[in-house]
């Protein structure tokens, strides 16, 4: 598995005499990993995509094992991201901090994701987005070859179409937060789309 350095002799401290499978699968499109509870005999897992860049493979472990710690502790009586998953979440987060040397610019991002927002149980985060984009860049001399996260509705032009998966085409409009208004084409609806939204398709008219 491939994550920021150091970060595995964290990891596999934590998981030492867990009984607990981790593994890589095929990349997809609606989640980064997941976590499934012991079941038929056979011990809880995580599956992480294979695709995830080091960050992103580092934070989407720590988001299925305060997932693990949760269910330890409370079964199914705590919500999936409710205040205990938050908790245990954020308290990995910090050790990752301490322990872990990351990247310029990644720090800063975690703490602005994870530690500043009260949502925090799935999206992309801008800030980590930026900072990846960044480090990136800096790992190829400066040049921004091909973007690892892809393109967001946020880096499109106002009035520009594009496609989002699912096939639906749309005309960016003006933003209102962390959303922008956009008008559907075939139906001519308004509807709020994310900023961090993936974009499938640019169309050219």
């Known amino acids: 598995m491939i994550f920021p350095d150091g970060f595995e002799r964290l990891m596999y401290r934590w998981m030492e005499d867990k009984q607990v499978g981790v593994r890589l699968v095929r990349p997809r499109k609606t ?5 499934r509870p012991p079941r038929h005999g056979l011990p809880s897992r995580i599956t992480l995509n294979s695709d995830l860049s080091p960050v992103d493979m580092m934070i989407t ?17 705590a919500k999936p991201h409710g205040e205990e998953w938050k908790q245990a979440f954020r308290g ?8 872990v040397d990351l990247p310029h610019g990644i720090p800063e991002a975690i703490r602005k994701c994870y530690f ?19 480090l990136h ?5 400066g040049v921004e070859s ?5 393109i967001r509705v946020r880096d499109l032009a106002e009035g ?12 960016k409009g003006r933003k209102n937060r962390t959303r922008y208004r956009c008008r559907e084409v075939k139906t001519g609806r308004m509807f ?4 961090m939204a993936e974009v499938l398709e640019i169309i050219s008219r």
Do not use: M
């Open 137 to 141: 860049i800096r790992q190829n001399g």
């Open 160 to 171: 520009q179409e594009f496609r989002l998966r699912g096939g639906k085409v749309f005309v």
């Open 116 to 134: 500043k927002r009260e949502r925090i149980g799935s999206g992309i985060c801008e800030a980590l987005y930026d900072a990846e984009r960044e």
């Open 92 to 99: 990995l987060l910090a050790e990752v901090l301490k322990q």
């Open 31 to 35: 989640k980064s990993g997941d976590f």
């Open 146 to 150: 091909q973007d690892p996260g892809g």
């Open 61 to 77: 472990f720590c988001h299925e094992w305060a997932h693990y710690l949760v269910y330890n502790a409370y079964q199914r009586r």
């Open 192 to 195: 709020t789309v994310h900023s």
